[in-house]
């Protein structure tokens, strides 16, 4: 499994997940096989200069990516990326590595629209 994290900074599992997934300058996708890290890939968010609606999702699924943690998500974007066949994670925030290990033990799921998505 792949799951992609908004992040604030280049430095993998070690970095802060980012408040808004689509404002964020990286992403980090990290392969999960029977709950240990098996591969860690930070990636430039393509898109942090132009956000535009669909676009990330698209980006995010295209990885390969069944989950997207962030600290928060518009309604629009919770949608398309449930369409897209990804679980979107909100409402968390810390150490990648934190949020991730919080995400495998059961204690991290579902996804609420942030105040300040027009932002």
Not at 44 to 50: A, C, F, G, I, K
Request: glycine share 12%.
């Amino acid at each position: 499994m792949k799951i992609a994290f908004a992040a604030e900074e280049n430095k993998g599992v070690e970095g802060l997940l980012a408040y808004h997934f689509g404002r964020c300058p990286y992403y980090v996708f990290v392969e999960i096989e029977n709950n240990e890290i098996k591969n860690v890939e930070t990636k430039e968010n393509p898109y942090y200069d132009r956000h535009e609606p669909g676009v990330v999702p698209q980006f995010i699924a295209g990885e390969g990516a069944k989950v997207i943690i962030a600290g928060g998500m518009g309604p629009r974007a919770i949608d398309w990326f449930k369409t897209l066949g990804v679980q979107p994670v909100t409402g968390v925030s810390g150490r990648i590595k934190d949020v991730l290990k919080e995400y495998l033990a059961g204690r991290l799921s579902g996804a609420a629209p942030c105040d300040d998505h027009e932002r």
